[in-house]
């Protein structure tokens, strides 16, 4: 069983920057770990993602560039820098686990989900 939570959201000026955290609990070694958003409306949808080790990671085309996916597996947290932020990127954001996701990019291959933290970017 895992249990994960995030962290680090908020409200943030179109330009500004924030990082999100996740920080894992339970029997986390070896899982491969995403990071999902779903904006009022719409569909969840796959933000970044990263395996056990950190040495692959994917990402969405909408945020390639601007955000970075890493963990520190000593300290069981995954995090998300997220740089020049626009109002689109305005979501729930959700962090997920799984030990062996076939496809990263998809949420259908993750077990286990966060609650979401709230990122609003607006002036």
């Known amino acids: 069983q895992v249990q994960l939570a995030e962290s680090g959201g908020g409200l943030v000026q179109p330009g500004g920057s924030l990082r999100l955290s996740c920080a894992a609990s339970?029997?986390?070694?070896?899982?491969?770990m995403g990071w999902f958003r779903q904006a009022p409306g719409k569909e969840r949808e796959f933000v970044a993602a990263?395996?056990?080790?950190?040495?692959?990671?994917y990402y969405a085309d909408s945020v390639k560039g601007r955000f970075t996916i890493s963990r520190d597996n000593a300290k069981n947290t995954v995090y998300l820098q997220m740089n020049s932020l626009k109002p689109e990127d305005t979501a729930v954001y959700y962090c997920?686990?799984?030990?062996?996701?076939?496809?990263?990019?998809?949420?259908?291959?993750?077990?286990?989900w966060g609650q979401g933290t709230q990122v609003t970017v607006s002036s």
């Open positions: 997920a686990a799984d030990r062996f996701p076939r496809d990263y990019r998809s949420q259908h291959e993750y077990t286990y």
């Open positions: 339970g029997r986390t070694f070896n899982y491969a």
């Open positions: 990263a395996s056990w080790s950190g040495g692959v990671t």
